[in-house]
């Protein structure tokens, strides 16, 4: 199951931003965070497919999510216009947001693909 961040929680699991310095991503295994709003329809329909990954990369892939209107800071600190946003996450190297909803099938092809985890 995907697990809801808070501000905190992210701070504490994946990157603190309010240290300064360029991106260190703090977990051991590659991640991805879907920014969603509880009123949001795309949202709505990608979230199965979050918690469905979540069920098949476990112990291989970090899936969070933030509710963009209880952490506008998070929103704000990764520039979220438009929501879902996917924010793609390697273990080395620069996170990358991919926005819009998504099928399976292109939500499988970059974890395995982008982020090398077989399925």
Same mark, same amino acid.
């Given at each position: ?6 501000? $905190? =929680?992210? &701070? ?7 240290? %300064?310095?360029?991106?260190?991503? &703090?977990?051991? !295994? ?7 709003? $509880? ?7 990608? =979230?199965?497919? !979050?918690?469905?990954? =979540? ?9 969070? &999510? ?6 506008? $800071? ?8 438009? !929501?879902?946003? !996917? ?18 099938? =292109? ?11 077989? %399925?």
């Amino acid at each position: 199951m995907a697990e809801l961040l808070t501000t $905190e =929680a992210f &701070k504490e699991k994946v990157f603190d931003y309010t240290a %300064g310095g360029e991106w260190k991503y &703090k977990g051991s !295994i590659p991640g991805i965070i879907d920014f969603y709003a $509880e009123w949001c329809g795309p949202c709505k329909m990608i =979230a199965p497919i !979050i918690e469905e990954m =979540a069920k098949k990369y476990a112990g291989k892939l970090n899936v969070w &999510k933030v509710d963009t209107d209880a952490e506008p $800071e998070l929103a704000m600190q990764f520039g979220i216009s438009s !929501i879902p946003s !996917i924010l793609i996450i390697p273990l080395s190297g620069t996170p990358q947001m991919r926005v819009g909803s998504m099928s399976k099938a =292109a939500l499988e092809k970059i974890i395995e693909g982008d982020l090398g985890i077989s %399925g």
